[in-house]
């Protein structure tokens, strides 16, 4: 069996990194950005750090910020309106995944009008032409959305979120500058990180994982746990440890899939809007759990990553259960609630199950499930 691997033709990493955003506009020809971010970053000043840029280099832009956490399609359709009035030529993307998820679906449906819809992306859509020109610039280190094939768009009519993938969709370039990362609060540097490292594990236990993707998860876990704790406290070596972790787990999962750890928080953030790193962190310790039979051998390699003590010693039981709690650690380390207490409705369960089951994340799951097996495990989590 062949394995494709989808990256940025172009990516800049380190602090300053945002100085290389000019001249890549330039030397396409660029006179025209749209600049898709959120209003916080807008308030708080940290989209102001790139539109200064393109202020000083005379560089004209128009700024999108009618962005959901979790985004909707409304919040697409209003893009590419907004898109089409500024006559922009090219994307800048600044934020989380939101910002970021948005500006792929606008440059994917104004070069492929056909689906204006946006439900119609959902899955693998079959889109002709690449998106709109789009340098992302994160500022959370979580997402990876500026290395990934992937995006994930609210449907608020159906209390759903649904995942679209497509080599289409890919900035052609991202610039991943710690700095942009500084003024993150800790509550969103500990469910971002939480959510990179869910990345990062269930790239490498999910069913497409081949040779390449295995050295890109296994490098990720390895800064994310050593990096996380740190972040969270504001540290610059945390800071800069946790934007190429989350980075490099992106250059893994996007290619190989993720699993029933996403599917799941999918669901809960659609309806109850709950941040999906937190929905992430609090599921992935019973995922782990749940794909032990099928997969547990391969925790032993996690738990090395993370640095669990002794863990070449132990049998594979025992260090499938050491590498679990090293996870569970970490997540109570930085904040995240250890269950769905308070957060999840018995009466939603079926719903969510389904949906669950028929996310795009569920067949990369190790271990094959079904709706029932999934609403036992949203069961255990009250």
């Known amino acids: 069996m062949s394995n494709r691997i989808v990256l940025n033709g172009i990516s800049y990493h380190g602090k300053g990194a ?3 955003i000019i001249p890549e506009l330039k030397s396409r020809g660029k006179n025209k950005v749209f600049v898709c971010t959120d209003e916080s970053l807008i308030k708080f000043g940290v989209a102001q750090k790139v539109t200064d840029l393109l202020k000083n280099a005379g560089i004209n832009f128009e700024i999108y910020s009618d962005i959901k956490p979790n985004p909707t399609i ?5 893009g590419v309106n907004s898109f089409k009035n500024a006559q922009a030529d ?29 439900r119609s992306l959902e ?4 889109t002709k032409k690449h998106a709109v020109f789009t340098i992302a610039v994160p500022t959370t280190a979580g997402t990876a959305a500026e290395v990934t094939i992937n995006y994930v768009i609210t449907d608020v009519e159906k209390k759903r979120k649904f995942v679209c993938v497509d080599t289409n969709d890919i900035p052609e370039i991202a610039v991943v500058d ?5 003024s993150m609060p800790k509550g969103l540097t500990a469910s971002t990180g939480m959510d990179a490292l869910t990345h990062a594990i269930e790239g490498y236990i999910t069913k497409g994982a081949c040779a390449i993707s295995d050295m890109f998860h296994l490098e990720a876990i390895k800064l994310i746990s050593h990096s996380l704790r740190g972040a969270v406290e504001g540290t610059p070596e945390g ?7 989350q980075y490099i787990a992106g250059m893994g999962f996007s290619n ?12 809960l953030s659609a309806l109850y809007d709950t941040p999906h790193g937190v929905a992430c962190a609090i599921i992935l310790p019973y995922g782990l759990e749940y794909n032990a039979p099928v997969a547990g051998k391969r925790y032993r390699a996690i738990g090395k990553a993370m640095g669990v003590d002794g863990i070449d010693y132990m049998n594979d039981d025992e260090a499938a259960k050491a590498t679990i709690n090293a996870v569970k ?6 904040g995240i609630p250890a269950d769905l207490k308070g957060i999840l409705k018995e009466s939603d369960i079926q719903f969510l199950s389904e949906s669950a089951f028929a996310d795009a994340c569920c067949p990369g799951n190790p271990r094959d499930t079904n709706v029932n097996e999934i609403k036992e495990l949203y069961k255990s989590m009250m």
């Not at 090219?90 to 056909?114: H, L, R």
């Not at 710690?178 to 500084?182: E, K, L, Y």
């Open 256 to 267: 190989v899939g993720l699993g029933i750890v996403h599917s799941m928080a999918h669901g």
């Open 123 to 126: 899955g693998v859509a079959p």
């Open 90 to 118: 090219s994307i800048v993307a600044i934020g989380g995944g939101s910002a970021m998820d948005t500006a792929k679906a606008i440059g994917i449906i104004i070069n492929n009008p056909e689906f204006a819809d946006v």
């Open 239 to 245: 800071r800069e440890g946790m934007a190429l972790g």
């Open 18 to 20: 945002i100085e290389n």
């Open 178 to 182: 710690p700095d942009m990362m500084s």
């Open 329 to 334: 650690k970490l997540s109570s380390d930085v």
């Open 74 to 78: 409304k919040n697409v359709q209003d």
